[in-house]
């Protein structure tokens, strides 16, 4: 069976007290979303990838390839990333990032 | 060009924040949805604009566009379509987008202050303030204030009309 996972989301999760900047991969169907949804830390993006450690980040991408390995055995699939949330036009992310948000005051 | 800034993570009121800065008038994002609407209900970001103004279109269905201005949170309503494309209206207009925890969902309210009304924000609001002069914490200032309560209240006064928007994650009872 082919799993697509063709859904990112950002959000935040508390993880081992810390909030922190998760992104999900949802495959597109909901029976395949119980074994096959997981979670990684700026994975394609590469956003913020100056707050994660290489090693959390290797970790991951070994994490996502157990992962794969587990449901292609399981299933006899074959994992497609597709990403069909992306950003065209004028912004191009990565050459006009200012290092912090307008106006904000933290109190 | 659009200058995104660094997402910033607020612990305590358990959303990322950043901005983005359209420098000129006329620049766009396009962008695509999985799904297949675009729904406050169902859309878990909210975005705040600070400066300026955009349009909102859909590109490729047949639903009608909106303009975004100064203290309003996108989006508002429901709109059928999957494509969509943010275009800026003015020179240096700028927009705040808000991501809430997982599983959390953003609750924003408007309040229009009198002279000499004031307000506050709490621990763990995200507040944005319009108006021509208001104090925040007794601080003077003009035009716009972006205020993250993360340890402390804001008491606001409106030493002339503003509006308040607050954010908040629905993990709080308010």
Known sequence: MKIIINKLETSM???????????TLV?????????????I????????????????????????????????????????????VFITG?????????????????? | MINVSKKVILKNCRMLINSSIYDLAGSIIDGQLVESAFTPATYPYRHVVVAGSFEMSFPNSSVLGDNVMIGDVFPWK???ASSFRVASREDNSIYYCIIPSTNETLI???????????ATLDVCQLGFIFGPEFTVNSVTKNNVAVI??????????????????KLYSSFYKF
């Open chain 1, 90 to 107: 004028s912004h191009d992310a990565g050459d006009d990032v200012s290092p912090y948000p307008y106006a904000l005051e933290i109190v």
């Open chain 2, 108 to 118: 924003n309210t408007s309040i229009e202050l009198s002279q000499g009304q004031t």
């Open chain 1, 41 to 84: 830390y700026n994975p394609v993006t590469g956003e913020n990838i100056s707050e994660s450690s290489l090693e959390d980040m290797q970790k991951t991408y070994e994490q996502i390839n157990l992962m794969i390995n587990q449901i292609q055995a399981a299933e006899q699939s074959l994992l497609d990333f597709r990403y069909s």
């Open chain 2, 78 to 80: 429901d709109y059928a």
């Open chain 2, 148 to 165: 993250a309560c993360e340890d402390n209240p804001a008491h606001i006064v409106a030493s002339q009309p503003c509006k308040l928007v």
């Open chain 1, 27 to 39: 495959p597109t169907n909901y029976e395949q979303a119980t074994q096959g949804s997981y979670l």
């Open chain 1, 13 to 23: 999760q508390e993880i081992d007290g810390n909030m922190t900047e998760v992104t």
